[in-house]
Nanobody
Framework: QVQLVESGGGSVQAGGSLRLSCAASGYTYTRYYMGWFRQAPGKEREGVAAIHTGSGNTYYADSVKGRFTISQGNAKNTLYLQMNSLKPEDTAMYYC??????????????????????WGQGTQVTVSS
């Protein structure tokens, strides 16, 4: 059973940066899709960025391209999201998620909430103007 624990959230002013971390344990397969998702109050959860842990291919939502970077640690049991040039509209609860890579996903699939079956508890990011 994969367990995911997020950290690194906080409050920051617009234009600032934060780095989120996701510690993963319980891996039994070698390749996963791992992603960052966010949910603002009153809105649906949406995909922000994803990565294939084997190939290193990355996928980004248009709203964060050029500002956010997803990466994995050397031991591949830690997932990061570097967030730069933060905007108030980035305010949300951010979740780490994972799914065994049993198929090749398109970018839309890799950022799709329904594709993932392992979820962390989330970390809050608040960006003030």
């Amino acid at each position: 059973q994969v367990q995911l624990v997020e950290s690194g959230g906080g409050s920051v002013q617009a234009g600032g940066s934060l780095r989120l971390s996701c510690a993963a344990s319980g891996y039994t397969y070698t390749r996963y899709y791992m992603g960052w998702f966010r949910q603002a109050p009153g809105k649906e959860r949406e995909g922000v960025a994803a990565i294939h842990t084997g190939s290193g291919n990355t996928y980004y939502a248009d709203s964060v391209k050029g500002r956010f970077t997803i990466s994995q640690g050397n031991a591949k049991n830690t997932l990061y999201l570097q967030m730069n040039s933060l905007k108030p509209e980035d305010t949300a609860m951010y979740y780490c998620a994972a799914v065994v890579a049993r198929k090749t996903m398109t970018a839309i699939q890799a950022l799709g909430v329904l594709e993932y079956n392992y979820w962390g508890q989330g970390t809050q990011v608040t960006v003030s103007s």
